[in-house]
């Protein structure tokens, strides 16, 4: 096998750069015999048949070709049309929507096409890890909010004192319902955000990929208050299993979405014909299908806070998402990383420790219930077995 001539070097910025937590430590404990894993966001459903046959068909009709690089029309109206009913902003096809290979790839050509060296991002946690390392590559730096005293929320307040205290803001990142907390905003919550955001002449990078999964609450844009100021990202992954399509989008106003269709054109040229077609359906003709996952998963939800409350954990009631994020046992303090290991290597439970998303995630556990009934039953009772001292 070869290996790299000694007088090659590396990117400085690119080693400084750390791999998503979550994927670590997936990779540390998935090779542990038996071992039942909550760690990823990965819905345990399958993908509509419907959406399924529309991605067969393409590829049985050749459509096997270069697609325009900003996305089919037919999908980006779908995904307007679609805009439209949930937020009420109406987003041109043409111009203010880009299809992107997933929801990663939005953020990465978003943050490419707004900053410049010496800008800041600033991004409550904890949160999806993947915002702060995608600034780094982008030049830009980043200021993490913790959110841990205020119920896992951002509050206007935190965000004013993040905003006198740091210079050269010019975007804050929401992601809510949240991963990984399952908190969702209120719609008045959203509305005083959006008055600082707009006080401060910001950008707001709003990652909504799991909108159509809240339980109980209507979910509520801030894309709809702040249309000129936001940059709305989603995709099809969570609200119908299509994780592994990679189809997502992003919309914005025209000016800016010039910039990060460029940036998508030099990432990726263009995303896959056979999944913008799966896309396109599900989008036309399947704006029902997570209503089916959504029940699931509450039920789920439910079951898993029942158990923990048995096992004395105190959790965040999610309102969203398919996550519960969990206080560890008081005698490990805030080392959630060495209780995550211990129940994945004892108990063979795979957990994400709360620390790999961020400040105010320590001292936590992010379990996802996108997981069959069985592996759940079955891992609450390792669980209950390992905090009763049994192996």
Do not use: C
């Not at 998503?20 to 990965?42: A, C, M, Q, Y």
């Not at 993040?162 to 509305?191: D, M, Q």
């Not at 997570?290 to 309102?319: N, S, T």
């Amino acid at each position: 096998m070869p290996e790299l001539a000694n007088d090659l070097a590396l990117s400085k910025k690119i080693q400084s750069v750390k791999a998503s937590g979550i994927r670590i430590f997936d990779n540390k404990v998935s090779t542990i015999p038996g071992i039942i894993k909550l760690t990823l966001g990965e819905p345990d459903m399958n993908t509509p048949e419907h959406v399924k046959t529309a991605a067969i068909e393409s590829i049985r009709n050749n459509d096997s070709h270069y697609a325009p690089q900003k996305g089919k029309l037919e999908l980006r109206q779908a995904i307007s049309n679609y805009l439209k009913k949930a937020t009420g902003v109406v987003y041109d096809p043409e111009t203010e929507i880009v299809v992107t290979v997933g929801a990663t790839e939005a953020i990465n050509a978003t943050l490419f096409s707004i900053t410049n060296r010496g800008d800041k991002v600033a991004i409550p946690t904890p949160v999806f890890s993947l915002y702060w390392p995608v600034a780094t590559l982008a030049d830009a730096d980043y200021v993490l909010m913790n959110t841990s005293e205020d119920n896992f929320k951002l509050t206007p307040e935190r965000l004013e004192s993040t905003l006198k205290e740091e210079s050269n803001i010019k975007a804050v990142i929401l992601n809510y319902p949240v991963n990984p907390t399952g908190v969702e905003y209120t719609e008045s919550e959203i509305r005083a955000l959006a008055e600082v955001i707009k006080a401060h002449n910001l950008y707001v990078i709003t990652d909504e990929i799991y909108s159509t999964l809240t339980y109980g609450v209507k979910h509520f844009s801030i894309a709809s208050v702040i249309p000129e100021r936001a940059i709305y990202i989603s995709g099809l992954s969570k609200s119908h299993a299509m994780t592994g399509y990679r189809l997502g989008y992003v919309a914005g106003p025209a000016k800016i979405m010039e910039q990060i269709g460029k940036v998508h054109g030099l990432m990726v040229t263009t995303t896959t014909d056979s999944s913008q077609a799966a896309a396109t359906e599900a989008l036309e003709h399947g704006l029902d299908d997570p209503e089916k996952y959504r029940k699931i998963y509450q039920r789920r939800r439910d079951f898993v806070l029942d158990e923990l409350a048995k096992m004395g954990m105190q959790a965040v009631k999610p309102q969203g998402a398919f996550y519960i994020f969990a206080k560890i046992p008081a005698k490990y303090g805030k080392n959630d990383m060495q209780f995550a290991l211990d129940l994945a290597f004892e108990a063979k439970v795979g957990i994400t420790p709360g620390s790999a998303f961020g400040p105010g995630g320590e001292g936590y556990v992010r379990m996802s219930y996108a997981s069959s009934d069985e592996n759940l039953h079955e891992a609450m009772e390792r669980m209950k077995n390992f905090l009763r001292g049994e192996k």
